[in-house]
């Protein structure tokens, strides 16, 4: 008989999330260490990952932080090593790192540009699966988390490549989940909408494109981190022990309409 009262404990768990200094993978970070799960955070810029890992380890969890990119297969193989060398183990891995740096139209997207996103986006949770979610293989136990958009369901005007990036996002997870099923890994998504951080600021703000978009949102506001965390502690519990191939939108009934 399943004990409820520890559906959502992570204790004796590691976990992994990348982009795990700002915003959304922070509050993430943040989330699984407050379960109890030992994370490391990676990411490109050193005093950020610093600064969530002294919030982690004062809050009495264990942490670890790594710089790395994941568009470099050499800096990704460092991370699954230095993880490994510290737990001896990775149980969760959450495929946050991403970015949005270009809004235009196609004609007006450069080659460069469709494989900058791509390369971080889409390849990125790629490599972060053959090699951290790999690790997990022998053990015959996991969970991976890919953080996806409603840009991986809906098209959003003049964002091709990012939302080219995030359709294969989701279409990664489902086949993934399909082939490690039988290893015992769980591969779900997450979708969110649009949510108040520090990189979504401006268009949150904008006088014009914050309101056609907010007017889209059936519950009438535009998300916060705190409403971020809850989907994916879910995810990586053992309360989602039988969900895998599955895309959780966190958008505000955006996609309900």
Same mark, same amino acid.
């Given at each position: ?81 230095? *993880? ?102 769980? *591969? ?61 939108? *966190? ?7």
């Amino acid at each position: 008989m399943t004990n409820h009262a520890t559906l959502f404990d992570l204790r004796g768990k590691v976990a992994v999330v990348t982009g795990g200094g700002r915003g959304i993978g922070r509050a993430i970070a943040q989330a699984l260490a407050a379960h109890g799960a030992a994370v490391a955070v990676c990411g490109r810029t050193a005093g950020t990952l610093a600064d969530v890992t002294d919030t982690i380890t004062i809050q009495g969890a264990q942490a670890l932080a790594v710089t790395a990119d994941v568009a470099s297969d050499d800096e990704i193989r460092r991370l699954r090593e230095t *993880v490994l060398d510290r737990f001896g183990q990775i149980d969760i891995l959450v495929n946050n790192a991403g970015i949005d740096p270009h809004y235009a139209s196609m004609e007006h997207t450069t080659a460069a540009e469709w494989h900058q996103i791509l390369d971080v986006n889409l390849s990125g949770v790629y490599r972060c699966c053959r090699e951290l979610g790999a690790a997990m293989l022998p053990r015959r136990q996991g969970a991976i988390i890919n953080i996806s958009s409603i840009a991986g369901h809906i098209g959003l005007k003049r964002q091709v490549p990012y939302a080219a990036s995030k359709g294969g996002v989701e279409q990664l997870t489902r086949a993934l989940a399909h082939d490690w099923a039988e290893h015992g890994i769980r *591969v779900n998504a997450i979708a969110y909408g649009f949510v108040q951080t520090d990189l979504t600021a401006g268009v949150v703000a904008h006088p014009h494109i914050g309101a056609k978009l907010l007017s889209r949102i059936p519950m009438g506001r535009f998300g916060n981190l705190d409403d971020v965390p809850g989907a994916a502690v879910f995810l990586a519990s053992p309360a989602a022990a039988y969900v895998t191939g599955h895309s959780l939108l *966190v958008d505000g009934g955006w996609t309900a309409t």
